[in-house]
């Protein structure tokens, strides 16, 4: 069982920067891939990033050149480096957790490729 526990989320303006975390409890993290989604009101989960046990990254379409996902395994944490922010990245940001292994970005993007979640940190970005 693997607990993750997402902070850093807050209320900023357009063009600013954050950077949201993901604490993960358990000895066996380096062995997870990790994805950071994004849910805002009356929308569809959507995929910003993933990193893998390799640390391979994949990112969405509408952050790509923007974001940035790392991890340190030896703090247990997964990093989403957010900058230049726009209105539409306001959502309830969630990080993921997953043992299985992808072989493409696809795979990273699904939602059903991951195994565990977190409850979610609120961005806001105003105008």
């Known amino acids: 069982q693997v607990q993750l526990v997402e902070s850093g989320g807050g209320l900023v303006q357009a063009g600013s920067s954050l950077r949201l975390s993901c604490a993960a409890s358990g000895r066996t993290f380096s062995r997870y891939s990790m994805g950071w989604f994004r849910q805002a009101p009356g929308k569809e989960r959507e995929f910003v990033a993933a990193i893998t046990w390799s640390r391979s990254t994949y990112y969405g379409d509408s952050v790509k050149g923007r974001f940035t996902i790392s991890r340190d395994n030896a703090k247990n944490t997964v990093y989403l480096q957010m900058n230049s922010l726009k209105p539409e990245d306001t959502a309830v940001y969630y990080c993921?957790?997953?043992?299985?292994?992808?072989?493409?970005?696809?795979?990273?993007?699904?939602?059903?490729?991951?195994?565990?979640w977190g409850q979610g940190t609120q961005v806001t970005v105003s105008s």
């Open positions: 993921a957790a997953a043992l299985k292994t992808g072989y493409s970005a696809r795979d990273y993007s699904r939602t059903s490729m991951y195994d565990y």
